[in-house]
């Protein structure tokens, strides 16, 4: 099956600083999907991403897709607290969707 | 958008029972699907839940195990059948509308 590959697993940045996570695929990726959870919560759809070199922003979000459709990353600039959360890729192909592992955000005050 | 629900939101069971998890929407869609999902850990994807036809299940995942039921466009039910505690998890149910991929709040099931 389809593996996406997701760095870090794990991420504690202080109030202000910004975050990044990494989406990593051997193969060429169709789409890429990016998604929120908050501790307790379900996920939530953020964004897709179709194209090659594709950028789109949603307020301090960036996302990227890579030249090679293989990568892809989320930036977080300046944290708050209410980034706090684990954030999933996934690709959607073969009529269903393949999570990446999750990076997980602590946001210290 | 859709609007998903899930009950039981939580359940705690016996080991040999087993626990039906139903999912509705608010709206009509194809694309259905069932994961399990252990605390810290990503989705596993158990299966696709299909209207009218019997549920893709993925590897490691069978039917006697996990049966699934799509009666309608809206409406899916999951059964976790002779459970025991490995089956301890949060079962989502999601489905596809365009391009984006809505949840249900999950359920979470402990076995003892």
């Known amino acids: 099956g389809q593996q996406v590959m997701q760095i870090p697993q794990y991420q504690h940045v202080q109030e202000g600083e910004d975050f990044t996570t990494y989406c990593n695929s051997s193969t060429t990726l169709s789409n890429i999907q990016w998604y929120k959870q908050r501790p307790g919560g379900h996920p939530v759809f953020l964004i897709q991403?179709?194209?090659?070199?594709e950028v789109k922003k949603q307020k301090r979000l960036t996302f990227q897709f890579g030249e090679a459709k293989k990568n892809s990353s989320l930036h977080i600039t300046a944290t708050q607290t209410t980034d706090v959360g684990t954030y999933f890729c996934?690709?959607?192909?073969?009529?269903?969707?393949?999570f990446g592992s999750g990076t997980k955000l602590n946001v210290k005050p | 958008s859709a609007v998903i629900s899930q009950k039981p939101s939580r359940d705690i069971c016996q080991r040999g029972t087993s626990l039906t998890i139903q999912c509705q929407v608010d709206s009509q869609v194809t694309m259905m699907f069932w994961y399990r999902q252990q605390p810290g850990q990503s989705l596993t994807l158990i299966a696709t839940a299909n209207q009218g036809s019997e549920a893709t299940y993925e590897s490691g995942f069978v039917i006697d195990k996990f049966p699934i039921s799509r009666p309608n466009l809206t409406f899916s039910t999951l059964t976790v059948s002779n459970m025991s505690p490995e089956d301890s998890s949060i079962y989502l149910c999601?489905?596809?509308?365009?391009?984006?991929?809505?949840f249900g709040p999950g359920t979470r099931l402990l076995v003892l």
């Open positions: 991403l179709v194209k090659s070199g």
């Open positions: 996934a690709e959607y192909n073969f009529n269903k969707f393949y």
């Open positions: 999601s489905v596809k509308s365009e391009e984006t991929q809505y």
